[in-house]
């Protein structure tokens, strides 16, 4: 004969909890202070560090495009001036815009046809239109990262070195610098530089920041960034 018995669930004490101790609280006003004074200052240098940023990968990527488009031509003279080229430019009410690409025409300057394309959107590295930098102007026809005054705040710039009272910088199929070859007429390699180059952008507010250019290498970096 079987016996039911029955099963008896056991008993647990369940401690509910109301609410945060005091000194959860204090814990947490502490953590939120330290995350505060960490990013406040953070947030002040952001558009200095995008601005820098923006500039050296222009001047790189213009590195990258020399080393893989051999620009020799031995029966022209002027084949140098096809040096693939960073410089910045400015509208007439002084905004400060940056383009890259390379003077196949060799008429001494650079066009829309020429500008190399932005990787991050397709659009030209070059503004079309140099006679202003308006609001109204149609700004979506060249890559916003040009824009080195609306998008960033840079109001000049100052060549040093080897870029001393220049805005640009070329290379040719070696990755080497070179300044001033716009106007070569004998490809002699007169425009290569053996000194560092240094370009020194300023803010709206005053703060600047520089890029220098090894000789030979064509090494760009942030001055007081070395691993940039």
Not at 2 to 19: A, F, L, S
Not at 131 to 158: H, M, Q, R, V, W
Not at 201 to 207: E, L, Y
Request: charged share 20%; glycine share 8%.
């Amino acid at each position: 004969m079987m016996i039911n018995t029955p099963i008896q669930t056991p008993h647990i004490d369940v401690k509910e909890r109301v609410g945060f101790t005091m000194i959860e609280l204090v814990m947490v006003i502490v953590v939120l202070g330290i995350l505060a004074a960490l990013t406040i200052p953070r947030l002040d240098r952001d558009l200095k560090q995008e601005a820098s940023d923006t500039v050296l990968s222009s001047i790189r990527y213009t590195q990258h495009l020399a080393l893989t488009d051999n620009k020799h031509r031995f029966d022209t003279p002027t084949w140098q001036r096809a040096f693939w080229k960073f410089s910045v430019e400015s509208c007439s009410g002084g905004d400060l815009f940056l383009s890259v690409g390379t003077d196949m025409d060799l008429q001494g300057d650079i066009d829309a046809t020429e500008a190399a394309l932005d990787p991050s959107n397709g659009k030209p590295m070059f503004w079309l239109n140099t006679a202003t930098c308006a609001p109204g102007d149609d700004l979506t026809a060249s890559s916003e990262n040009i824009f080195l005054t609306k998008k960033y705040g840079l109001t000049a710039i100052a060549g040093g070195g080897s870029c001393a009272g220049v805005q640009h910088i070329g290379f040719d199929h070696l990755g080497r610098p070179h300044v001033g070859f716009s106007a070569s007429n004998v490809p002699d390699y007169g425009s290569y530089i053996n000194t560092q180059c240094t370009f020194t952008f300023t803010m709206s507010d005053g703060d600047t920041f520089t890029i220098n250019i090894e000789p030979e290498t064509g090494y760009a970096y942030i001055s007081d960034q070395l691993g940039s």
